[in-house]
């Protein structure tokens, strides 16, 4: 099965701090593969000849080179900085190129959302590109057989299962499991394999299309949350412990 | 998303052919509220599934009433054929499993914008929606616009209150076009969700991965003498220091409880947005730089393995 993994580069959100003026502190957080892509990538590998392949800026290499090193066994970048804050459809219509580029795959595995953003729009903005069936929020891919793949989705309500004709698109979540760890051969051969650049030239695709020009949405303005926490240093502990009691015997909010 | 764009808004028309609300029937009400508050003297309609609902708040109501069954391609052939009879200038979805899985697919066929998970609306001075989306896990929120039509929004479930209208809809039943659908649906197990006893918890002692397995040993017994539960962070649930059903923020469960006693936590954005709605935060940190000091009512620097006996003292007397 040649299947096609989707994946994105997301700030370590675990380590973003804020400036009094609402923007993220950038120096010092690290990047790294969004956690639902990490899922992406071990179900893409498990069931057939992977690609992974990211739109992003020339670091996200490193990126690719750990989904190589997790089973893939090639990696496309699709960088250009006509692809700069691109919104979710600019991305999908990008990423859709790029797919159409390398040809006719089985599946494509996108994670169900990314850390940063969350909008979850992404995959099924993809899969109408492709004109491909979706199945979002899988957990669990059960069986791929007689063109079909049987997954089970984890939604609020409960557990669906659900069979897509092939070729489809899925979104999965995180998996209740560790993801694998690569084993040192793995990163080796990850350093020493191959990653495809592609810009927008070689996808065919016009700056109307593509970047900050092809995307119908903006961010008009953003603001921080204030919290309503004082956020008060005690110096003992007995401060700390009256400070508990207090909590304790006081009421909860409804 | 963009940062400041907005030059070429020529695309983009004040007046328009109001507002269409496609949701699941719970959040219909609550979406009747949320579109006329953007509608101006425009309709407002709403698109519904299977069964007639009545609701009021809407001028009309179009009925697809053969689709009982949530399908991907057949919900979204149904809404683009609406869609593009009727020409809203707003469209917005609930964002809801269901939504959240139509409504990127109806933007992207009509090359539209969608703002997902929106907790506020709102009009410009030029009639154009701005819809407000919190990123980075709730720590910042973003008031984004969307320079096409329709501007399309989903919006999170109980957010806006269910409207009080006497306005009662006309009803309009339609069929809608065959399309082939590519999925189908097998079995679904219904599971109401199982109510974990850290979200029912008064007292919360939570622990991060930097405490080890002896930390959580420790918290064990502080959280007895409290009368309290034992949540983690998603580094120690990954790092197999406690189970994934005691994991608090983006990812995990989100609580409230009235006393929330963060230990060796560094307060991630992703962990705070889990916990910030607890009445008391009080912080435990061996690093004064640790951001959960900035999110926490009370802190403390310094090392559990030392604090927590003094405290456990204390309270045991």
């Known amino acids: 099965m040649k299947i096609f993994v989707c994946i994105k580069q997301v700030p370590d959100t675990g380590d973003i701090k804020w400036t009094e003026n609402n923007t993220m502190v950038r120096e010092g957080v690290e990047s790294i593969t969004n956690p639902c892509d990490v899922y992406a990538i071990e179900t893409g590998v498990k069931l057939g000849m992977a690609t992974a392949v990211t739109m992003g800026p020339p670091q996200a290499e490193n990126m690719l080179r750990n989904a190589i090193a997790a089973g893939c066994k090639n990696a496309v970048l699709l960088s250009d900085k006509k692809f700069a804050a691109a919104d979710t459809l600019a991305t999908a219509r990008t990423l859709a190129a790029g797919l159409k580029k390398l040809g006719h795959c089985d599946l494509v595995v996108c994670g169900q959302y990314a850390t940063d953003g969350d909008t979850a729009q992404t995959g099924p903005n993809l899969a109408n590109f492709l004109d491909l069936p979706q199945v979002t929020y899988v957990k669990e891919v059960l069986n791929v057989e007689n063109g079909y793949i049987t997954v089970k989705r984890e939604l609020d309500r409960g557990t669906e299962t659900v069979r897509a004709k092939l070729p489809a698109l899925i979104c999965v979540l995180e998996g209740d499991f560790e993801p694998k760890r690569p084993l040192i051969n793995d990163t080796i051969r990850a350093q020493n394999g191959q990653v495809i650049v592609r810009n927008a030239d070689d996808l065919g695709l016009s700056e109307h299309e593509i970047g900050i020009k092809g995307s119908p949405t903006y961010v008009n303005r953003s603001f921080r949350m204030t919290t309503s926490h004082e956020a008060r240093m005690v110096e003992t502990i007995d401060e700390l412990a009256e400070a508990i009691n207090e909590a304790k015997r006081g009421e909860r909010d409804e | ?317």
């Open chain 2, 1 to 317: 998303m963009r940062l400041n764009g907005g030059s070429a808004m020529n695309s983009m028309q004040t007046s328009g052919n109001g507002v269409l609300v496609i949701a699941e029937e719970f959040m219909l009400a609550e979406l009747a509220c949320a579109a006329n508050g953007i509608a101006n003297t425009e309709p407002v309609c709403a698109m519904v599934f299977g069964e007639p609902k009545l609701v009021t708040g809407f001028d009309k109501v179009f009925v697809v009433e053969k689709l009982t069954e949530y399908n991907t391609d057949l919900y979204t052939a149904a809404a683009l054929d609406l869609i593009k009879e009727i020409q809203p200038s707003i469209v917005l979805i609930g964002a809801t499993n269901q939504g959240r899985d139509l409504a990127p697919r109806i933007a992207s066929a009509l090359n539209t914008g969608l703002t997902a998970d929106c907790t506020d609306l709102t009009l410009s001075k030029h009639g154009l929606l701005e819809a407000t989306r919190p990123t980075f896990g709730g720590q910042l929120m973003a008031v984004i616009i969307c320079k096409t039509k329709p501007q399309m929004a989903t919006v999170r479930p109980g957010v806006f209150k269910p409207a009080e209208s006497d306005k009662l809809p006309e009803i309009i039943y339609r069929d809608a076009p065959y399309v082939h659908p590519r999925v189908e649906l097998l079995d679904f197990s219904e599971q109401p969700r199982k109510v974990n006893e850290l979200e029912t918890a008064e007292i919360i002692v939570t622990g991060g991965a930097g405490i080890g397995a002896d930390g959580f040993r420790l918290l064990e017994e502080f959280a007895a003498a409290l009368g309290a539960k034992v949540g983690a962070t998603r580094g120690a649930v990954h790092t197999g220091l406690a189970s994934a059903a005691q994991q608090i923020g983006q990812t995990g469960l989100t609580v409230s409880p009235k006393l929330y006693i963060a230990c060796g936590v560094s307060g991630s954005v992703q962990h705070i947005v889990g916990m910030c709605g607890s009445k008391k935060i009080v912080a435990i940190n061996i690093d004064p730089d640790a951001p959960i000091f900035q999110n926490c009512d009370v802190g403390y620097v310094g090392d559990i393995f030392e604090v927590i006996p003094q405290l456990m003292e204390k309270f045991c007397i």
